[in-house]
Structure formats: structure tokens, C-alpha cells
């Protein structure tokens, strides 16, 4: 059984060991939050490429105590020359290849300015500090995880039909096996030139300028004036307040509004058990109630047609508690969509703290490997609409819906937890999960992390839109939620990857430090 780790030196929490074993490491020489993430965010980038990669998007929490959170939106928006005439002949934007390849990755973008955050902090150590367990994956190679063979073998034949894949990617034309040492030199290259000219070269420098000279020749709308003009943005995060708490996440164009609803709404029903039917009825048909109004107002930030701030107010979130029937399930479906995403925390020993999440989109995004810099590119704009009149219609300039949301709650008693997972639709039922058994129900975190889970809709490429749940919940209950109208699936797994890689850490007004990580993953607890 897994138990939640305990310090008082930091931590940091990912979904593959090597990135947490980075970032603490950072933590150990005298690192801060921020710089530990970092670390651990170029480490996973190189050592999980079906989830992640430097060509993604980004968004952070960020907690310094006394201080109000910041967060950063390091979301890239579609290129200049991505319109409906660049598609013209299309019924959709393709799903893989150069031209799934439209918006810019963001979140290089976002660990410079989360670097300003923290630049006050103390001393700041050097990228070549920060980056130097990335670069020497990159160089000497990592062993390939079980969830990276499979996913490869899942997707090879479209992936390998996507530019420079097979070469980055595959071993001899097919799929790493676990445990097979996969090199990136190219990759490891690009990681030592961030860390000689500074992360900016990433948009406005020599690898700028090689990236986009690769995407032009690749047939990517993306183009150098792209690059040059693109920097992440501090915004002010979204909150609810909770009897016991105040909860953050972020606001457009992710689904931050969706995380922050479904807990608030839950209070309002709370059960008395946890891992009962309340607590799943409870959850399953808030998460119904936020993902509609998600889906009616969560866009590019300039389009939002309300105040997602307003949708979290007291009389909002009665008014939707009082629509949940507490034995009937409302009737489903609803189309959700996919994502695959690394989810990370970390917390130094000044109690400041970091919620962050780093995303490609779909497993291995576009598939596309840019032959100079060897950067994976996400496909996160196929989720434009080709109707210019819909509410995710693509434009120039525009940024596309985002599953990606970390979460950070500041409790009345002086505790900080930050959490999150990956998962597409799952990230806020995920969440909502693993909140609501700590702070409402006080279950141990790596308890509240390792029970068992469920996952209203799709992802991970299934077509099904029912409840699935891990087949460690009991009869009983399984068969009560099925007579309140739920469309049940039981998955035959005890740890189902379809329900995400979760982690979390908390900080204690003491200076403890409770971390916990998810065993469905590769990931783990590292503390100082």
C-alpha cells in the first residue's frame, strides 16, 4: 500500500519519477517552487513525449504565502495565416500531421515568466542548473515506459505518416518496447542551446527562426512573425469560496470555471460517506451541470460571452445545486472531449508552491518532429471549428479551448494543496474526486488519490460517453447507481490509465509536507 510521504524540505510531484527526482533535486541545491518546476517540466518533456512536449501549451499556479496567487497563461494562439481559407476543402482541421499544427506552443513561454515570479525569491539559480537532468535524458537517453509503447502502438499508423515521427519516435520503423533506451539527441541539443541563450530563444532567436523555417517547409500554417510575437500572460486566476477553503484555477480558454463549479456545487449536497453513492451521484451530475455551461461560454478569452468569475457566484452555484435530484441521474450524453497531459506540483520550504500542467493535446499531438530543433508539435487547435460563426470558430490570433486546468486551494487553517491530473474531460472530475475525499471527506491525500475512480464521457481515443468505473468499487453500489439511471460501465482494471495521473501535494502552516502521487502512472513523491 502506498502512504503519503512526509517532510519538511519541499517536494515535487509528477507523473513520471524522473521529473519529480529533477525538480527535487532542485529543490536540494537551493532551489525555489518555480525553479523546480521548471526542472521538472523540461525533464518530463523529454522523458514522456506521448504527453508532453517543448512544441505544447502551459498554465500555472503559483503561491508564494501573504501573497495573492498568481497565474500565468502560456497558451499559444492560432498562427497569422490559420484561417477557414488556409483549410479550404476541409470538413474539419486534420487531427494530425503539418496542418494540425496551427497554434503556437506556449509553454517555454510560460517557464520565463514564471521565472520573473520567482526572480525576487532569492538568487537565482542558472538554466544550465535547471535544464541539466533534461539535457542528459535527451543525450544518454531514457528507458520507454508502458504507457509510451502503447500508446505508440495504438496510434503508429497515423503518427508515422506525420514528418520526422518515425524518425524521433519509433525504433526501426516500429514501436519502442518498455524498458528500451530512446535517444533525442537533436532534442538534447535544442535543451543546451535554451540553456546558453536563454529561453526567449525559443520565440525571437536562432531556434526561432529554425523552427519556423522547418513548420513553413512541413506545410504548418505557423510562421516566424508567430514566434516573434507570442509571450505568455499573467492573469488573474478564478476562485470559489468554500465553507473551509478558497480554491483557484484558471479562466479562459481552459476549463479551470468546470473544476471550481463541481466541488462548489458538491458542498452543497455533501454525503456523509465518501465513496458512497452521494458522494458519486453528487459529482457525476455536478460535473453534468458545469461541463454544460462550460460548453455554452468557455472560449479564446476575447470571445466569452459572460463572466465565468460570475458562474461561480454563491446564488449561481445554489441555483444549480438545486436542479440535482439526489436519486436520479440526469439523462446523458454530452460530447466531451480528449486530451493527453502531465500534471505536476511542487512546494519548497518556505511554503511557496506551484500548480502546473503541460500539454500536447493528443498522444504525441500533431505527430509532427521538426527535422532541425527535434521539437514535438501539439495539435491543440484542431479543436477550432471551421465555422467562423460557432463559439470556437477559428482566426488568426485566436486561442482554442484548453482541457488543461491546475488547481491550488488555500484553506482557513493555513494549509496550501496544490493538485491536478491529466485526462481531457476527466481533469475535472479528477479533481473534484481527489479534492472532496481530502477536504470534505479527511481521507489521507495518497488514499484520497488511490481509491478508486470513475469518469463520466471519453478520452483517451474511446467513443463511449457512459459512466466508467474502476472495478474496485463495490456491488452494492455499482447497482444503486445503475437504478438511478446512470449508464454504467465497469472497466476491467483495478488502476485504469483512463482515469488520469493525479498528484498532490500540502503544505502545512508547520512547515509538513504531505505529498502523494498516482500508481497509475510512472510517477512519484520525491522530497527533500
Known sequence: MLHTQRSFGGSCVAPHHLAASAGRDILKQGGNAV?????????????YPHMNA???DGFWLIHEPGKAP??????????GFANVDFYAGETQIPERGP????????????????????????????LTTLLADAIGHAQYGVAVSK??????????ERLSQSPGFSDALLMDGKAPREGERL?????????KRLASAGLDDFYRGELAASMARDLEALGSPLRLDDFHAYRAQRVTPLEVSLAEATVYNLPAPTQGMASLMIIAIYERLKAAEANGFGHLHGLIEATKRAFMLRDQYVTDPERVPTSLQALLSNERIDAEAAQIEASQALPWPHEPAPGDTVWMGAVDNEGRAVSFIQSIYWEFGSGVVLPESGVLWQNRGISFSLDPDALRGLAPGRKPFHTLNPALARFNDGRTMVYGTMGGEGQPQTQAAVFSRYAFHHMPLQQAITAPRWLLGRTWG????????EDRFDDTLVAALKAAGHDVEVLNEPFSDTMGHAGGIVHHPDGLIESAHDPRSNG???SV
Open 35 to 47: 525553479e523546480a518546476m521548471v526542472a521538472a517540466a523540461a525533464t518530463i518533456a523529454v522523458v
Open 54 to 56: 517543448l512544441g505544447g
Open 70 to 79: 498568481v497565474a500565468i497563461d502560456a497558451c499559444g494562439p492560432a498562427a
Open 99 to 126: 496542418k494540425a499544427a496551427l497554434t503556437m506552443g506556449g509553454t517555454v513561454s510560460g517557464w520565463h515568466e514564471a521565472l520573473k515570479v520567482a526572480a525576487d525569491w532569492g538568487r537565482p539559480l542558472p
Open 147 to 156: 504507457s509510451q509503447e502503447t500508446l505508440t502502438a495504438k496510434h503508429i
Open 183 to 191: 535517444r533525442q539527441p537533436r532534442l538534447a541539443t535544442t535543451l
Open 462 to 469: 474511446e467513443s463511449s460517453m457512459n459512466l466508467k468505473l
Open 524 to 526: 512519484g513523491a520525491a
